[in-house]
C-alpha cells in the first residue's frame, strides 16, 4: 500500500501563504479520497479538506473554506493544500491519508498517516 509524505510546513506571518504537498510512494487510485487534516498537543486530529482522486471533487471544513485550496497534479500522485490568509490559530502539524468514503470527516475512517509537517503562523 502507498506510503504519504507531507511537506511544505515552515513558519509564515499571519496573512500569508503557504502550500503543502503530500506525495504517494506508490500511486494514488482513482477510488481514493485524499484527505488533509491537522493536528495540536492534546486534541484530536482535526478535519480540514479532501479530495477525490478519480474526478477531483472536493470538500471542507468550515473554519478554512474560502481560504484553503486542496488540489491533485495529473496524472500523478501529489496533492496539494494551499493554504491563504492564515490565522494563528491554523497552526498545527499537518497530515495526508486516504479513504474509500466520499464526506468521510473522521480521522478514524482514513488510514496509512504520514509523519506530518508542522505550519507555524506567528508575528
Known amino acids: 500500500q502507498a506510503q504519504l509524505t507531507e511537506s511544505g510546513g515552515g513558519l509564515v506571518q499571519p496573512g500569508e501563504s503557504l502550500r503543502l504537498s503530500c506525495t504517494a510512494s506508490g500511486r494514488m487510485y482513482s477510488s481514493w479520497i485524499v484527505g488533509w487534516f491537522r493536528q495540536t498537543p492534546g486534541n484530536e486530529r482535526e478535519f480540514v479538506a479532501a479530495?477525490?482522486?478519480?474526478?477531483?471533487?472536493?470538500y471542507y471544513a468550515s473554519s478554512v473554506e474560502g481560504r484553503f485550496t486542496v488540489s491533485k497534479n495529473s496524472p500523478g500522485q501529489t496533492s496539494y493544500l494551499e493554504m491563504n490568509t492564515l490565522k494563528p490559530e491554523d497552526t498545527a502539524t499537518y497530515y495526508c491519508?486516504?479513504?474509500?468514503?466520499?464526506?468521510?470527516?473522521?480521522?478514524?475512517?482514513?488510514?496509512?498517516w504520514g509523519q506530518g509537517t508542522r505550519v507555524t503562523v506567528s508575528a
Open positions: 479530495i477525490r482522486w478519480r474526478d477531483g471533487r472536493t
Open positions: 491519508s486516504h479513504t474509500t468514503g466520499w464526506g468521510n470527516r473522521s480521522p478514524r475512517d482514513f488510514s496509512s
